[in-house]
């Protein structure tokens, strides 16, 4: 089975209880849309995490990139290998945690499914200012977007699913922007570019996380701590 939940920050406690209630295995999927905190030190650090969700979590963790935490293929530790027809990034001594490449179409349930991370950190100077860690890699580069562009105007801008950080810009559930935070300081390149793709897209379904909620809008699904099938 492939199941799918969103941001967890470092708390899988849910997954936990969740594993265990389903009677899950390694041959079952869990897709996280990003900020699993799996990656968030990118160092030793880290182990800690990976080894308790190694040991105890009998899932297959394929992660989205997040905004508060470093890119995969930026830490040493990571190798790129085949899975489902699409290229992740995996360190052989956590085999069970998956990283998804940005741009990569993949094959889940018969769908093609297409992956686009990152996201704008809006408390990213308050981080900076505090000490707390901040990766200029967060959002999507040029070089990954274009890359996207070619991978969909090859598929004909048709895919079955998307799955993402943010979202579109137009879908923005503005209720959850959070509060002293000025709107206009906040850097949307990411959710106008989506907002670009969505728009001549032909798809099914848009999964993404980042903003602490699960709810509907259309044929966008938030998602948070709901674990959901993943049809």
Excluded at 18 to 35: H, Q, S
Excluded at 93 to 122: R, T
Excluded at 156 to 177: A, G, Q, W
Aim: glycine share 4%.
């Amino acid at each position: 089975m492939i199941y799918i939940t969103g941001d967890k920050h470092a708390d899988f406690r849910e997954v936990f209880y969740f594993c265990y209630a389903n009677k899950t295995t390694l041959d079952d999927i869990l897709i996280v849309l990003g900020d699993a905190g799996i990656n968030y030190y990118a160092n030793e650090k880290d182990n800690n995490l990976k080894d308790s969700l190694n040991k105890y979590y009998p899932i297959t963790f394929f992660c989205i990139h997040g905004n508060h935490e470093e890119r995969p293929e930026n830490i040493k530790t990571y190798k790129a290998k085949k899975f489902h027809n699409g290229l992740v990034y995996y360190e052989e001594k956590y085999p069970n945690i998956l990283f998804a490449k940005d741009g990569e179409v993949y094959d889940f349930n018969n769908h093609k499914v297409l992956v686009i991370g990152g996201a704008y950190s809006v408390d990213k100077y308050f981080r900076l200012a505090r000490g707390y860690n901040w990766y200029e890699s967060e959002q999507p580069s040029e070089e990954i977007k274009n890359n996207v562009k070619s991978v969909l105007k090859k598929l004909n801008y048709k895919v079955d699913i998307i799955l993402s950080h943010t979202c579109p810009y137009k879908y923005l559930p503005r209720e959850m922007f959070l509060e002293g935070i000025d709107q206009s300081t906040v850097d949307n390149s990411t959710e106008y570019f989506l907002d670009e793709i969505e728009e001549k897209l032909d798809y099914n379904i848009w999964y993404c996380g980042h903003y602490h909620t699960d709810k509907k809008i259309d044929k966008i699904i938030f998602m948070f701590h709901e674990i959901e099938e993943f049809k």
